[in-house]
């Protein structure tokens, strides 16, 4: 079986389409309809983080393959033998982003982070094809 490798950057087309209309649409509305310059950097400052991922273009990564599960963030990584994962949750939040834990047998819990996170089914499958268990739980509001 060939290993599973996810790599998510940061300078993405739908991360540059997504801040060009932002910052479009506040230039449009302070010229069109007089919107508070005040109004216009406060949501112009919500934008920062999303340009600067966007700039220095970090990469995150998660590979898996017949022993081990192994990931990047720009702040964090680890690897994890497979043996030790006693199953692999995935819980839909409110706002439809799926969070990823790994329950271990030691009774730890292994939060991926959310850059890590692969497309859901397709890496369900892939954990699935090496003999690990899966759950998924839908809106839940605590946990």
Not at 64 to 82: K, N
Request: aromatic share 8%; glycine share 4%; net charge positive.
């Amino acid at each position: 079986m060939t290993s599973y490798r996810f790599e998510n950057r940061g300078r993405s087309r739908r991360a540059a389409v997504a801040l060009a209309l932002i910052w479009g649409a506040l230039l449009l509305g302070i010229r069109i309809i007089d919107l508070s310059p005040w109004i216009a950097a406060a949501i112009f400052l919500f934008t920062l983080p999303a340009a600067w991922e966007f700039l220095i273009d970090t990469c995150s990564t998660l590979d898996l393959d017949e022993t081990e599960l192994t990931w990047h963030s720009a702040r964090t990584g680890d690897t994890v033998p497979l043996a030790m994962i006693q199953k692999v949750r995935f819980d839909t939040r409110l706002d439809l982003s799926v969070k990823i834990t790994l329950l271990l047998k030691d009774g730890r819990r292994i939060r991926l982070p959310h850059a890590c996170n692969p497309p859901n089914r397709r890496f369900e499958d892939e954990l699935k094809a090496r003999g690990l268990a899966t759950e998924r739980h839908h809106f839940s509001l605590i946990g």
